[in-house]
């Protein structure tokens, strides 16, 4: 649905 | 979190203890492109944004600390720093950084996730870090030899980008939805152009003998 999850990477 | 990714995360940590054991230890940043130094703490600055906003975890609150910090520290002492300062060569590191910044910029004006000042910062800083090492790449290509610790810090550079490419594809196959494709595709582009490096890095570790790259 194009909703970005939030960033968990670094 | 899973073992592609922690091994990513502890590489990238261990090339930037070693760059700064170089410096620390010789006094001296010479065969160290100060540009590519200076991309990568617009990178972390431009990416961590939300360091205040957005908690995920203790471990990612404290990597992205070390990472703005040492970065920082680095710049610092290429700069500042009497002897350092005196050691960098200039004449070599001639690649014109600025253009990669606008470039990179523009493109997270039009690619992004989401139209807002953090996503817009975030696909910024995924880019630019896709390109950040080409300074330094071009540096050790013209002086031609490479000095062990630098040698070092390129291949775990690297060794971080590729054990990321596993987690994503962990992550793809463990994940119901996962799909990154900025991140993705970045970050394949960006360790493509490692390949060359690596190449002529096993070569010399093969033969036991001095790095050098090619003209």
């Known amino acids: 649905d194009g909703q970005p999850e939030t960033h968990d990477e670094l | 979190m899973n073992i592609f990714r922690l091994a990513g995360d502890m590489t990238h940590l261990l090339s930037i203890i070693v760059l700064l054991l170089k410096i620390y230890a010789t006094k001296s ?12 703490a617009i990178v972390f600055l431009a990416r961590y944004l939300d360091l205040f906003t957005d908690f995920i975890s203790v471990y990612n609150s404290f990597m992205k600390v070390v990472f703005i910090a040492s970065s920082l520290a680095i710049v610092w002492c290429m ?5 350092v300062r005196r050691s960098y060569d200039k004449e070599l590191d001639t ?6 910044i606008a470039a990179c910029f523009l493109l997270a004006l039009v690619l992004h996730e989401k139209f807002t000042f953090q996503e ?4 910024f800083s995924i880019y630019l870090e896709a390109v950040a090492i080409l300074p330094q790449l071009v540096l050790l290509q013209r002086s031609g030899n490479v000095d062990n610790l630098t040698g070092q810090y390129v291949f775990f550079l690297g060794a971080y980008r ?8 962990y992550r793809y196959l463990t994940e119901p939805r996962f799909t990154r494709w900025i991140a993705c595709v970045s970050g394949v582009v960006q360790t ?4 060359d490096f690596f190449y002529y890095y096993f070569i010399s570790w093969k033969n036991n003998s001095k790095l050098k790259l090619p003209a």
């Open chain 2, 120 to 123: 817009v910062f975030w696909a």
């Open chain 2, 162 to 169: 590729g054990f990321y490419i596993l987690n994503w594809i």
């Open chain 2, 192 to 195: 493509a152009l490692y390949a």
């Open chain 2, 95 to 100: 690649f014109r950084h600025y253009f990669l």
């Open chain 2, 29 to 40: 940043c010479s065969g160290v492109s100060r540009k590519t130094q200076e991309l990568y």
């Open chain 2, 79 to 83: 700069r500042v720093h009497p002897m």
